[in-house]
T-cell receptor, first 113, second 113 residues
Framework: DGGITQSPKYLFRKEGQNVTLSCEQN?????MYWYRQDPGQGLRLIYY???????QKGDIAEGYSVSREKKESFPLTVTSAQKNPTAFYLC????????????FGDGTRLSIL | QKEVEQNSGPLSVPEGAIASLNCTYS??????FFWYRQYSGKSPELIMS????GDKEDGRFTAQLNKASQYVSLLIRDSQPSDSATYLC?????????????FGKGTKLSVKP
């Protein structure tokens, strides 16, 4: 089955710790995105990548880092510099045509211990 | 600042009624428009795409686009309790947006049996 897989579903972070959220897609999509969603809020763009080995900051990139070494994979690291990391993190991907919609994985819920 | 505006709701309709969800956007050059449904605790799911002025129907859902008024809406006919969710409007602003979507904060719909 084609789709976007995010793991883990739930993640807990200790003070001063970096954590990495996984996002893998087998849709052969070129573009991949990371969003953060807080309760009652819309989606806010953290980072995006249009092609392998290239990525750009979104609206709230501070405290986060990404890599795009393979077309299928776009992991997000939440660093200790992100002081308020508790949120629902969503990964999305899109076909090469920029007018096509984005499709989402099931999300990772990150909490602070 | 490019924006997508939605009434946050909650919008409450009785079962079997028509639910009407509205969205306005700020950028006249916007090219593609999407409606996503998000159940509580879940990720957004694409339900409609619309690219040109007029109506587009898919089952009980109709998307309506008016580019002159910068307005897009979603009608849900014969609303069911299972339609209770938050509906997100997303707009591809075109131009230099690189295909990125701007999301509204969503309208929460409640369908009462």
């Amino acid at each position: 089955d084609g789709g976007i897989t995010q793991s883990p579903k739930y993640l807990f972070r200790k003070e001063g710790q970096n954590v990495t959220l996984s996002c893998e897609q087998n849709l052969n999509h070129d573009a991949m995105y990371w969003y953060r969603q807080d309760p009652g809020q819309g989606l806010r763009l953290i980072y995006y990548s249009q092609i392998v080995n290239d990525f750009q900051k979104g609206d709230i990139a501070e405290g986060y880092s990404v890599s795009r070494e393979k077309k299928e994979s776009f992991p997000l690291t939440v660093t200790s510099a992100q002081k308020n990391p508790t949120a629902f993190y969503l990964c999305a991907s899109r076909d090469r045509d920029r007018n096509q919609p984005q499709h989402f994985g099931d999300g990772t819920r990150l909490s602070i211990l | 600042q490019k924006e997508v505006e939605q009434n946050s709701g909650p919008l409450s309709v009785p079962e079997g009624a028509i639910a009407s969800l509205n969205c306005t956007y700020s950028d006249r050059v916007s090219q593609s428009f999407f409606w996503y449904r998000q159940y509580s605790g879940k990720s957004p799911e694409l339900i409609m795409s619309i690219y040109s002025n007029g109506d587009k129907e898919d089952g009980r859902f109709t998307a309506q686009l008016n580019k002159a008024s910068q307005y897009v809406s979603l009608l849900i006919r014969d609303s069911q309790p299972s339609d209770s969710a938050t509906y997100l409007c997303a707009v591809n602003m075109g131009g230099g947006s690189q295909g990125n979507l701007i999301f509204g904060k969503g309208t929460k719909l409640s369908v009462k049996p």
